[in-house]
């Protein structure tokens, strides 16, 4: 096929940025857009000139000129509709977590693993140049066995207000981290234990501190703080460090690589996940979208992640929840 035709599933923020970056990609057309709500419906559509909308999925999946869908709702709205692409024999892109339960992810991974199409979760950071360059690095045996590594993934209350109805900090920022830390250490986790803290009298928790264990020994360590001061001059701050018997690596992402101070104060934009350059999304969104996109083109799975690699960073922030809300180690 000359170009893979794409309908996005769920048009929240996150659901529209993935429309901006399928616009982006030249092998990839955004055919189709779905959301419950008309007005939402009808503003992103028109944003995008797509003709092809829905509020119903079902109805998009039904549409023969679909290829693919892109499905960005709620982690706890996504077991149905990938299921139901899956059997339309739908190429799947499906947003990270994979969903909110275990059985969820596994009932998702046999549905995958039972046909032939395409199927990739998004975890984004594999796709970031930098957090890329550290996988490499420790492929390569350059700071030998890995003892320690610790992330931190923190991101200012007000993007959060809304949010922590819906999903917490461990789960929702954490999976990154213990995607990467699973990917870097191509071990398993067999234990939890984590705290996390609650002010805001939402339902989820605004801050998460995670520990695990991993069976090779090794230590890793999240804080997940959703509750930075709303001044903070940056979206997220983002750093890594791993330390091996032979060396380690740093990563710090996002602040201060690009910063600015104008009339309104200092801020520091992304310049990695999602920037805008000659009036044109960029960065590691495009990236991942373009590469399953070429996958479904080229008739073959996704390699830079599997199914089950993406199950197993959700049982552990699962594991880490469960510790946060009872107090005690849990063991995988």
Known sequence: MDRVRVGVIGLGWFGEKHCEALAAIPHVELAAVCTRTPSRLEEVATRFGVEARYTDYRQLLANPQIDAVSIVTMWDQHVEPTLAALAAGKHVFLEKPMASSVADCQAIVDAARAGESAFMVGHICRFNPRYAAAKQEIADGGIGRILSMYARRNIPAAVTTDILEKIGP????????????????????????????????????????????????????????????????????????????????????THPNFSIVDADGWRSPDTTYWPTHFGRLRGALVEELAYFATCVQEGRQPEIISPEESLAAVEACLAAEQSAATGEVVRL
């Not at 801050?207 to 001061?229: D, H, K, Q």
């Open 170 to 253: 461990i789960i929702g920022d954490g999976v990154h981290d213990t995607d990467l830390m699973l990917w870097y250490s191509g071990d398993k986790i067999v234990s939890a234990y984590a705290q996390s803290l609650s002010f805001r009298g939402k339902t989820y928790p605004d801050l998460g501190w995670t520990m695990y264990r991993f069976s090779s020994g090794a230590i890793g360590v999240l804080e997940n703080v959703w509750c930075l001061p709303d001044q903070t001059p940056f979206q997220i701050d983002e750093r890594l460090e791993i330390i091996g018997t032979e060396g380690s690596i740093h990563v710090q992402e």
